[in-house]
């Protein structure tokens, strides 16, 4: 008894150590919420150990109308998910069934989604007059073989651009008239010198941020007015080699807010670089400010945000530490520990796979327990909840959500999620 006594006292020092309990501060309420939608992308299990659970473990999307309001009205019932897709009705066989839905995304009523397994890109269009289980409207690059796939996509100034690892960024001009098969209309291809693409950000001025896993990142100015005319230009800016601190570590996000580019590295330990005013960049410009993983807690980081002046970084392979948040976003400096952290301890945050900000509201996907010092694969993820924080340019170290959404009712593993303004009528 003496020994198991010693050991529960070591673990709850190791445990403190870490992240230490916080007394959380009252959350402001949300009050009014705007009508928003939220899609999430669910891994689900697939063990097949139960027919009555055969819905929930499968891999699917699920959209939630109204969300907000739907979770305030009556604190004490979760709320249900009002669509599912990316799946065949039970006890019928239909072409799509989704099996790594890695990133959604709601855009002007339309619902986008990429799925890695099947490397297809899905749209569904007014996804609010779908039904359960209906098949998408268009299905893209089925008819191109690729190694890898698609795995992220976003829509800006009407376009679709998607990010594949080995074909490049493929760009389809309409997004709004885009048909089953329609081939890209620009392709940023590798070569030789650069291969493998990670990440890609189009700023709200049509710049072009384009990062790749062989090492630096390229800068595409104008990038809508002079691209999509002649897509034989080159990058305007190179940044490699002292960019990044002659690091070897790939660059795997990149996001510009408010005039600032922040890329971070794609491993346990990863480093967050931030240059500034990014619409005037440098061939190998040296950063303003880098954020080492020892002090900034950065660990497997997979997704970026800024809600005023927060910078939130979501980390998917974390012991204990699943968002940390930075401030002033805009005016960040070497060696800067993290502002905020929501974390397993105080804020019931695992690791987050992604998360999104839409007006001014924090959406994160949180693995309902840490990892306790193990990688793990996607498929080994325990089951995880949907954290909303209202006023997030105001979110607090150990401030918990005003909503969670549980797992373990609609959706087992949440991949992938975004939310948006409910679209008219």
Known sequence: MRYARVLSAMLLLLGAAGCPWTEPAPRLPLVDPPVMDLVVGDMGLQTGKSEASWELEQPKVLVYFDVLNAALEDSSVQPAADLVLGIPEPAEEKAISVGNPVDVELNEGDLYLVDQSARRVYIWRDYRSHSDYDEPDVTL????????????????????????????????????????????????????????????ELDENGHLFVSWLSGGMEVYYDFMDEYLADAAIEADVTLSGPSFSNMTAPIWKVLVENNVLYAHTHSSSSTLFVFSPADDLSDEQLPDAVITPAIGRLTHPFSMAVAGDTLFVGNMFSDYVGVCGFRPADALETGQAPTLMLDYFNSAMGPCSNLCVRENILFATSSARPVCGKQYFMEDMNLGDIHIFGHADMICDADQANIIIKGGIDFLVPLSIDAALAPEG
């Open 141 to 200: 690059l089925a008819n191109v073989s690729s190694s890898q796939g698609p795995w992220e996509l976003f829509v800006a100034e009407g376009c679709l651009f998607v990010t594949d690892f080995y074909r490049g960024l493929l760009i389809w001009q309409n997004a709004a008239t885009i048909e089953t098969d329609d081939l890209p209309d620009i392709a940023i291809a590798p070569d030789a010198a650069r291969n493998m693409l990670s990440g890609v």
